[in-house]
């Protein structure tokens, strides 16, 4: 990643899911894993003000010192492989992501449904959720 920051707001992936938004219609959907090129078992999504605490258990490593927050605006999403961060990145409107307060996701659960301009979710929510 080329900032200082543990995350990037420039991926392929990005690019990827934007040009998906843009083409797609409501109730559409694609295989998060068909946007990737890299390895990854889990996602996460975190909104912005999540504490820190919750994003390092979550992705299983400090991705965030202690005591702060994911302060960025839009939603970061954090890919990982073997509880070790594989890749993350920051998505700002116009792609958002609704889903509610579950934010763990297996690459099998991440299917991408598109919903309006923009917006999306996972069509696989977990039996856990």
């Given at each position: 990643?080329?900032?200082?920051k543990?995350?990037?707001?420039?991926s392929?992936?990005?690019?990827?899911?934007?040009?998906?938004?843009?083409k797609?219609?409501?109730g559409?959907?694609?295989?998060?894993?068909?946007?990737?090129?890299?390895?990854?078992?889990?996602v996460?999504?975190?909104?912005?003000s999540?504490?820190a605490?919750?994003?390092?258990?979550?992705?299983?490593q400090?991705?965030l010192?202690?005591?702060t927050?994911?302060?960025?605006?839009?939603?970061?999403?954090?890919?990982t492989?073997?509880?070790?961060?594989?890749h993350a990145?920051?998505?700002?409107?116009?792609?958002?992501f609704?889903?509610?307060?579950?934010?763990?996701?297996t690459?099998?659960?991440?299917?991408?449904?598109?919903?309006?301009?923009?917006?999306?979710?996972?069509?696989?929510?977990?039996?856990?959720?």
């Amino acid at each position: 990643m080329t900032s200082s920051k543990p995350y990037t707001d420039t991926s392929e992936v990005l690019d990827k899911l934007s040009a998906y938004a843009e083409k797609s219609k409501a109730g559409d959907t694609v295989a998060l894993e068909e946007m990737t090129a890299f390895d990854w078992d889990r996602v996460h999504i975190f909104l912005a003000s999540t504490e820190a605490n919750v994003i390092n258990t979550a992705v299983g490593q400090t991705l965030l010192p202690a005591d702060t927050y994911y302060g960025e605006t839009g939603s970061l999403m954090v890919f990982t492989l073997k509880d070790q961060v594989a890749h993350a990145m920051v998505f700002t409107p116009p792609l958002y992501f609704y889903q509610g307060s579950r934010y763990s996701y297996t690459r099998e659960e991440a299917v991408v449904e598109m919903e309006s301009d923009g917006h999306f979710h996972f069509t696989k929510v977990p039996a856990d959720a």
